[in-house]
């Protein structure tokens, strides 16, 4: 690389999006304060004005040149499209109408009466976004004023902004038929109803000032069909033929574009943002063979936005050297949202500064932008420093014995095909099981976890404080098991969980208790609405220096004559819901989780427990967004899966969850679990899942979710019975369990009993339809 690249403009640093939370998640707290009433929605936007603002300052404080707008949000930026676009549902309408901040919050959560719209996940990322419902009546109308308005605040400020929308071909794409609509209804049939809505709404930010707006179109880097294909070539003629628009540019992220790259460098629009980061190299050899862009704006994503790792300055230096050849202009910028990353490293005094030197969230990366832009047009002596200093933290990393454990290394090496595969056929274990559980036909149960409530949440504080000491933590943590094993039993229910009060997270938990992983502080990450987790991160080999859960499962198991469930999370979901290393394969990683589970599973029977759940909740959103990529996937995640469960005997019933995803097309990956039981979310969906298992032929028992708790509405009895009633016409009854749809952490007491009461009172009177009439 010459010392001074050859570019004649300067290129620019800019992000697709940020964060949303605020440093101490200021906006987490205030909607839930409206929530409960104790915020007004005027104290709302202005915390919302706030934190908007202090984010475009930090990104300019970082060397941003162009600063994102409307891309914060109170709950999920799809349904601020759908808001935004007019498609608000016939039943929340009303409410809508109303009260457009309450029924914005209403389609998002749901009240007692009206149900929310279908939650999903985004790609293949964690975070979930709201379905948009539309149909062949759906009518489109703009509502351009949320995105003025932050293109106004923005300017006000003094600083370039360029509002970002998601893309009119995404929105159809992501969307599902609305209740009433034809099954085979396609959403995309409504792309010229929709165009001139769009249209009136970028020439409304340009009469606002805006002199570039970003349309987001991640859809294109899953397979599409060549009439997808006309679809998109069609949306961009017609609104790049507009005079009265911005500039465009599309933005893509999360993959390869392969066909629909070409498709995009014909299109009449004025940039286009592609990512090069983890399959950088396939774009960039299909955006040299389409002919690169001349003449127009090219905004390469060149530092990761999904990973927390430092970028390779040499690396994506040459990668931009190499564009600076393809178009007139190259800007630099993260490869997606922030949104996916925690905010800044200087928050976590906890990890060591030597490894710390390794990570980068949203605030480094966006540094790392702005020094590529610097790089890229003053030259590499220019960030001498800079490079120097990213050289050694790469070094640091590759050479440390934190990140390699040879008898962790030796072990996986050993692994057979016999410690893949359950020992016995999955009709002799339901023999055993049966014989060992005596469980009644339709059988209860929950997914794991109960409400934590403030006190738990309190005692772990004053725990990690040292304003209470680990006996005094732990007899809390005793009479919440206490409690929520008697509340189990005198609702009725079948099989019981401890309740994980000492959880503070799913995989932040084990995380903690097994060596490879790093903890963090302030590492929150958005999954949906107001929900934030602290995804750890995996750096090194991982092994179980001892149990992690026997001790409280136990303990709940002597409390009571009915089972008790084993609770773990599985490889996969420890690996997706964590920052995982890049410099080995993930299935390399993924076997090194499943034998440390492997060992807890080993632990839990042992100890008398006899049925044991390993949760992936995060097979679906891991499959890879290209069908040709997924049998590899999928081969080693199965795998993983059975190397943590297949060391058990016969009669130990081995469960797993899934939740909030699209499962059709990974329902042979299911069956190869070899799971006894498997849960899943169905409620909202209305038992499609069951549907799509009975048509593979899926052999074994399930238990499709009857209670939404993304929810605070209490579903009745008659509503969960007949969910039960249309799950039964796909698994037969003596293979279905009754069950909600997640996790209990997030809700509230009241509304929990009052949920699994009925719960456990459809499934009765489910169970007594299929007795018969009694005789007199």
Known sequence: MTSKPPTTTAARATVYGYPRQGPDRELKKAIEGYWKGRVSAEALHTTGAELRAANWRRLVDDGVDEVPTGDFSYYDHMLDTTVTVGAVPERHREAFAADPLDGYFAMARGTQDVAPLEMTKWFDTNYHYLVPELGPDTVFTADSARQVAELTEARALGLDARPVLVGPVTYLLLAKPAPGAPADFDPLTLLDRLLPVYAEILADLRAAGARWAQLDEPALVQDRTPAELAALAHAYRDLGARTDRPELLVATYFGRLGDALPVLAKAPVEGLAIDFTETGEDNLAAL???????????????????????????????????????????????????????????????????????????????????????GLTHGVDAIDGALTANRSALASRLESPLTRDPAVRARAEAITGADTRRARPYAARAAAQRARLGLPLLPTTTIGSFPQTGALRAARADLRAGRTDTAGYEERVAAEIRDVIAFQERTGLDVLVHGEPERNDMVQYFAERLTGYLATQQGWVQSYGTRYVRPPILAGDVSRPQPMTVRWTTYAQSLTDRPVKGMLTGPVTMLAWSFVRDDQPLGDTARQVALALRDEVGDLEAAGTSIIQVDEPALRETLPLRAADRPGYLAWATEAFRLATSGVRADTQVHTHMCYAEFGDIVQAIDDLDADVISLEAARSHMQVARELAAHGYPREAGPGVYDIHSPRVPSPE??????????????????????????????????????????????????????????
């Not at 996790?743 to 499934?763: F, I």
């Not at 489910?766 to 009439?773: A, I, M, N, S």
Request: charged share 20%; with cysteine.
């Open 288 to 374: 040299a063979a389409a002919g690169g862009l001349p003449g127009r704006r090219l905004v390469a994503g060149v530092v990761n936005g999904r990973n927390v790792w430092v970028n390779d300055l040499v690396k994506s230096l040459t990668t931009l050297g190499v564009l600076l050849g393809l178009a007139d202009r190259v800007d630099v910028s993260v490869s997606c949202s922030l949104l996916h990353v925690p905010l800044d490293t200087a928050a976590e005094p906890d990890i060591d500064p030597g490894v710390l030197r390794w990570l980068s969230f949203a605030r480094q990366k966006t540094a790392e932008a702005a020094t590529l832009a610097k």
């Open 719 to 776: 509503e969960a019975a007949e969910l039960l009633r249309t799950g039964l016409g796909a698994i037969p009854a003596e293979r279905l369990w009754v069950n909600p749809d997640c996790g209990l952490k997030t809700r509230g007491w009241p509304e929990t009993r009052a949920s699994l009461a009925n719960l456990v009172a459809a499934a009765r009177t489910v169970r007594d339809e299929l007795d018969g009439p009694t005789a007199p």
